[in-house]
């Protein structure tokens, strides 16, 4: 598990008789950590294809210092969760190959998770699975695994569909170099609210769907039966990694998580830290 280190650090510091406590995740509460922030659980994976492209173990590290950065309170693993990680989380977010394969204790857990109202973000090719018609109940929408439905490297271009979504605040109709998928398999009940679409790329892997305008961001808002009212919002885009330092992404992918978390849309991003207080005169040096 990624915060093993960090678990293992908070022991050592409580039993060398630091004033610090463990915090509501069950780590040690540095100062300036901001305590009541929203509970953000990242399920990555392990690296998969070529240099720069899906780098899931690289984004858990660095979303993970982000998120906290901008007052969440974040925990993670290569791992689903189980019932237990979810238990306090307002925010699944999900950045692995092929997490619609959900086999053992998964399925129900995300399902009892969702069912409570807790929100999902899935980006890239986390909703790609066996079943795309049962995960597109989660998110909105899916792919299914083996079917030729993205176009590899090329030229995403935006149009942003919904300028006065506050997710997108900001967003302009840039282009990305990455990846867009099409063919996807949609909810139809409710439907999705699509932010902004692509056209598909004339590349290899396209075939006779170059040219067709595909929804590429969207947010999805359900209920499960007999459940609470839960929110989805996906990203399909991050196969090329760096994508996720873009600002207006990543000011995005901020506000995404907030809104799923069913959280003011800002709260993430203007985030600000409170001042660290000031050393009682006479105290030892140290962080």
């Keep these: 598990m990624l915060f093993s280190g960090a678990l293992a ?88 190959g092929d997490a619609g ?54 030229p995403v271009p935006y149009s942003i569909v919904d300028r006065n979504n506050p997710i997108m605040e900001g967003m302009s109709d840039l282009t990305l170099w990455d990846e867009s998928f099409f063919g996807i398999t949609w909810s139809n009940d409710p439907k999705v609210h699509v932010l902004a679409t692509a056209v598909v790329a004339d590349t290899p892997s396209a075939g006779n769907h170059k040219g067709e305008v595909a929804p ?6 359900h209920t499960l039966p007999g459940g609470q009212p839960a929110r989805a919002f ?14 207006q992404i990543q000011q995005m992918l901020l506000r995404g998580i907030a809104w799923a978390g069913q959280k003011q849309v800002n709260t993430l991003v203007d985030y600000k830290a409170a001042p660290a207080s000031p050393r009682p ?7």
């Design 101 to 154: 394969y959900l086999g053992g204790d998964s399925k129900p857990t995300i399902e009892n998770y969702v069912r409570r109202g807790g929100g999902i973000v899935s980006l890239h090719d986390s909703l790609c699975g066996p079943d795309p018609g049962y995960f597109a109940t989660l998110v909105g929408g899916a792919k299914r695994h083996g079917e030729i439905n993205y176009t590899l490297d090329a």
């Design 281 to 287: 005169a006479g105290s030892p040096p140290g962080p």
């Design 234 to 247: 996906v990203w399909m885009q991050g196969h090329i990694y760096s994508n996720f330092s873009n600002y």
């Design 9 to 96: 650090s908070a022991q050592r510091a409580t039993a060398s008789g630091s004033s610090a406590q463990p915090g509501p995740n069950g780590f040690l509460n540095t100062p300036g950590q901001n305590m009541s922030g929203m509970h953000i659980y990242l399920w990555s994976g392990l690296k998969s294809h070529g240099v720069g492209q899906h780098d899931y173990p690289q984004w858990l590290a660095d979303w993970s210092k982000l998120l906290t950065e901008h007052g969440a309170i974040v925990d993670g693993a290569f791992h689903p969760p189980s019932a237990a990680d979810l238990a306090n989380t307002d925010v699944l977010v999900i950045y692995k």
């Design 216 to 221: 590429q961001i969207w947010t999805y808002e």
